[in-house]
């Protein structure tokens, strides 16, 4: 029977010491690798035996060698040692943020051109965490990441963040016309947004994408004109839609250009509408779990290009 009252525990020094004298068949050498002397080691291997109740180790003039009770304890406590390595370990890497879930949000069009590129730089870099996705608008994944039901979001034009919630520009594109396949205009490369006076607009939603409104409407009038507003749209997606649908045209970030629709041509603008920039963010709260902060430096560092 096990004596419960003993002095001695099972303690991770113990298994190491009674793992070193079975691995050198040895007292002595085993007392030399753990850096002690002799005398103590044997005492702690016969406390031990006390304590469990068995003889795990048979003693002579050529060493020591262990029981078949020996044996199957020196197995088990390789594992345990082993499982308490790992355990250590893994906490490390949970509260060091290479291990994980991490909850993140996104909008529509960000999928189309940065997602493949975040999904595949987490995998190679930071293959501990399991990443767990929601579509949704700007708004309402903005407010799940202020909740807490979301870790981390991308969304654009983030001009009314909800309080507390920090942003870290991630991404940034030009914006440019966009006009239907069909106009006239469509694959002259570049053009002056003037040329633009007279056609039907969609136009963003200044509720829902404020930034993008103002930069809009500030570069139509630096070119001479008010835009002529034919449809309002809350998101990328929908103005992309009446685009394409030869109804109108409008201005959009570049990145547009990987949406899986066709049916419109990007155009650069010239002079100063031609510096117009649309930026991705990423937002999170302020007390964020150190996964969130590691994805962010895995996504902004510079890395080459992939074959």
Do not use: W
């Not at 068949?25 to 068995?54: D, K, N, T, Y």
């Not at 999928?111 to 930071?126: G, K, Y």
């Amino acid at each position: 029977m096990v004596d419960m009252n003993d002095d001695m525990t099972l303690s991770r020094r113990l298994l190491e010491q009674f793992l070193a004298v079975v691995r050198e068949g040895h007292f002595g050498r085993a007392a030399e690798q753990l850096g002690m002397s002799q005398p103590p080691l044997s005492q702690s291997i016969q406390r031990l035996e006390r304590m469990l109740g068995v003889r795990l180790l048979d003693r002579g003039p050529g060493g020591a060698k262990p029981t078949a009770a020996g044996e199957v304890f020196a197995a088990d406590a390789q594992r345990l040692l082993d499982l308490q390595r790992a355990a250590v370990a893994r906490v490390r890497r949970v509260a060091g943020g290479i291990e994980g879930d991490i909850r993140i949000g996104y909008v529509s069009l960000f999928s189309h051109l940065h997602l493949p590129a975040m999904l595949r730089t987490v995998a190679d870099e930071l293959p501990g965490l399991r990443v767990r996705l929601h579509q949704g608008s700007g708004a309402a994944v903005a407010d799940m990441v202020r909740t807490g039901a979301l870790d981390l979001a991308f969304v654009r034009d983030p001009a009314r963040l909800p309080a507390g919630l920090v942003s870290t520009v991630v991404a940034t594109e030009r914006i440019q016309a966009a006009v239907p396949e069909a106009h006239r205009l469509a694959g002259a490369g570049e053009i002056d947004l003037a040329q633009l006076r007279d056609e039907d607009f969609a136009m963003p939603d200044p509720t829902v994408l404020p930034v993008l409104a103002e930069q809009v409407h500030l570069a139509c009038h630096r070119a001479g004109f008010t835009p002529r507003g034919f449809v309002l749209a809350d998101d990328l997606s929908g103005l992309f839609s009446y685009v394409a649908a030869g109804l109108c045209v409008s201005l959009l970030p570049e990145g547009v250009q990987h949406f899986s629709a066709g049916g419109v041509s990007l155009l650069a603008l010239r002079g100063d509408a031609g510096l117009l920039d649309a930026a991705v963010q990423a937002i999170h709260r302020p007390d964020a779990d150190p996964s969130v902060t590691r994805l962010l430096e895995a996504v902004t560092s510079p890395r080459p290009r992939r074959p």
